[in-house]
């Protein structure tokens, strides 16, 4: 069981940047995580994943606004979000798995058993 625990979330307002974190309790060379957000009323959609071995995507709508990361040694994940946007806001997600190595960064929920408890970002404009 891997325990995950978010962090960073905030106000800001539109064009504002936050950093994202997410601590994991264990770390594997099989895990793979990524962030999902989740707005009132709307399905949770991952915005940014990376694989097992290190590669990273982004959701179209982030891309270039957004940057996933992940350092092993602290068993962190990070979120950097800059040009922050009024749709932008939800609660951010961080998601893992490591049953087996998985290569192509996933967004699908299912493939995910391990969650964090969520963390706000909340984008005025």
């Known amino acids: 069981q891997v325990q995950l625990v978010e962090s960073g979330g905030g106000s800001v307002q539109a064009g504002g940047s936050l950093k994202l974190s997410c601590v994991a309790s264990?770390?594997?060379?099989?895990?793979?995580m990524a962030w999902f957000r989740q707005a009132p009323g709307k399905e949770r959609e991952g915005v940014a994943a990376?694989?097992?071995?290190?590669?990273?995507s982004t959701l179209d709508s982030v891309k270039g606004r957004f940057t996933i990361s992940k350092d092993n040694t602290k068993k962190t994940l990070y979120l950097q979000m800059n040009s922050l946007k009024p749709e932008d806001t939800a609660i951010y997600y961080c998601?893992?798995?490591?049953?087996?190595?998985?290569?192509?960064?996933?967004?699908?929920?299912?493939?995910?058993?391990?969650w964090g408890q969520g963390t706000q970002v909340t984008v005025s404009s």
């Open positions: 264990q770390y594997t060379y099989r895990q793979y």
């Open positions: 990376v694989d097992s071995a290190g590669s990273t």
């Open positions: 998601a893992a798995d490591d049953a087996v190595y998985k290569l192509g960064p996933r967004f699908q929920k299912a493939e995910y058993r391990y």
